[in-house]
């Protein structure tokens, strides 16, 4: 229970002290700094460079298949991991599993690319 104490208190210190940082810089800010909010001021900038169309863009449907197999091949990595920290407790074994399973991965990452799944613009068949 006094632990729980503990972290109570020094949640409460921590998001007090955060607090007093905001509510003084907001406070110097607006004391100090006036600015008036012009239109030009308030546009977004980026890079020094106007923007010419909205930031709403469609995206066209043969985006999302690549982006499944990104996640899968990003979950892949997430599995190794614990692999590569665990080497020395498998051994060999540990070794030749992930090489399996390191394989089979890359065998459907072959057929993906057989039948085009990573082409976004669809290609002619000549």
Avoid: C, H
Wanted: aromatic fraction near 22%.
């Amino acid at each position: 229970m006094k632990a729980y104490l503990y972290f109570l208190l020094f949640s409460l210190i921590t998001f007090g002290f955060l607090f007093v940082i905001q509510f003084f810089s907001s406070y110097i800010k607006n004391r100090l700094f006036r600015y008036k909010k012009t239109e030009e001021k308030l546009e977004p900038y980026e890079s020094g460079m106007l923007f010419k169309d909205t930031a709403y863009k469609r995206y066209g449907i043969r985006i999302f298949p690549i982006l499944l197999l990104f996640l899968l091949f990003d979950i892949e990595a997430i599995i190794l991991f614990p692999w590569t920290i665990s080497a020395k407790k498998y051994g060999l074994f540990g070794m030749f599993e992930a090489l399996i399973f390191i394989f089979v991965l890359f065998l459907g990452y072959l057929v993906v690319l057989k039948k085009g799944g990573l082409d976004i613009i669809k290609r002619e068949k000549i």
